[in-house]
């Protein structure tokens, strides 16, 4: 387990070149997306990308009442919108990193922000989470459309997701990657390895240390012989599977810069563990994977790590098969034009 071969490990993935971060509200007081991946990319010398999707409908009876022209308006808001970026990104300048920013017309949101980030070839895409991880007690008025939009990212996009939960900067933080060696809960084969070289390039550009946790669940210690019979005792069995967890875990994370003390093998359910072993470790980070359910054309992310996502506190770091196809059209939608409702009377 030593460092170079772990940075070798982690460079052999798509390296982390151009990072899009997806900006709400260029005017926000706070912006720890923006911050974060400013951050990142310093570390790993990419370049970074301020985007913010104009979703805002338009009403057509408005436009023709007023006489206002749509190409008008639509420089107009583009215009005013690259500008209040354009300020964010003179800042970042400052720290010697490379920054450019754009602002399209397009809907919905997480489709927006997933075409831009294959249009520039991203390799991660940074946002900030809408909701707070204690279950959401944002006040803006549409929250509940706002945290759509976040597992809309989490099930559509391609590439990694950094999922900004807290606005502190990271320092030398510890990011701990999630992962199944045994193949429990139906993960692909590899992609453990790509959870662990992501948390990998992370732990480089932040200077920080990877952990591993995996989440063991052996079968119940006592269970009847026959279905009427009496109680059988699996102690041993038990304790022969943990030791054959422990070791492919080890194995797994051959060649990563991760210490046996970084390795976490603890029993019990990934809704539960994973929350309480981030909160122990004081993790800032945690990387986890996202797979498909087989018959359902639709990728989703399953109950259990919803609920993860959800409890941990943490940022989270969500990373797809390498096979995975976005379903998202690469085709923008431009402005949303709407007619308004006729109201009775």
């Known amino acids: 387990m030593q460092g170079g071969a772990a940075l070798g ?39 970074l990308t ?28 583009q215009t005013s919108r690259r500008e209040q970026l354009e300020k964010l990104a003179a800042r970042i300048r400052k ?61 559509m996009c391609p590439m ?31 992609l453990d390895r790509q959870i662990l070289r992501a948390g990998a390039q992370l732990v480089h550009a932040l ?11 052996p079968p119940l210690a006592m269970m009847p012989t026959m279905p009427d019979g009496p109680l059988a005792d699996m102690d041993t069995g038990h304790a022969d599977l943990e030791r054959i967890a422990r070791r492919q ?21 990934p809704n539960e563990v994973i929350p309480t072993t981030a909160k122990r470790e004081r993790s800032a980070i945690v990387a986890m994977g996202a797979v498909s359910r087989s018959g359902l054309k639709r990728f989703f992310i399953g109950n259990t790590a919803e609920f993860v996502m959800d409890a941990v506190t ?5 990373v797809k098969p390498a096979d995975f196809q976005s379903r998202v059209p690469r085709t923008g939608r431009g402005v949303q034009i709407l007619s308004m409702p006729i109201l009775p009377g």
């Open 9 to 47: 490990d982690a460079r052999r993935m798509q390296p982390i070149r151009r990072i899009l971060v997806a900006v709400k509200d260029p005017q926000a007081r706070a912006l720890p997306a923006v911050n974060k991946a400013a951050q990142i990319a310093k570390g790993l010398n990419a370049q």
């Open 50 to 77: 301020l985007f913010h999707d104009i979703a805002t409908p338009l009403y057509a009876e408005a436009l023709q009442g007023r006489g206002i022209d749509l190409g008008s308006v639509k420089r107009e808001v």
């Open 95 to 155: 720290h010697d990193i490379d920054v450019d920013v754009a602002a399209d017309w397009d809907y919905p949101p997480a489709e927006a922000i997933i075409r831009k980030a294959q249009r520039i070839a991203a390799d991660l895409l940074v946002v900030e989470n809408h909701h707070s991880a204690k279950g959401g007690s944002s006040r803006h008025p549409a929250r509940w459309l706002l945290a759509y939009t976040d597992w809309e990212l989490l099930r």
């Open 160 to 190: 990694p997701v950094l999922l900004v939960k807290n606005r502190p900067l990271y320092h030398r933080p510890r990011v701990l990657a999630a992962v199944d060696p045994g193949h429990a809960y139906a993960k692909p084969s590899n």
């Open 207 to 217: 200077r920080g240390e990877l952990h591993a946790l995996h989440v063991f669940h």
């Open 249 to 269: 875990l080890e194995k797994l994370v051959d060649g990563f810069d991760v210490k046996r003390s970084h390795c976490h093998l603890v029993q019990g359910r």
């Open 314 to 318: 943490a940022d989270i770091l969500v």
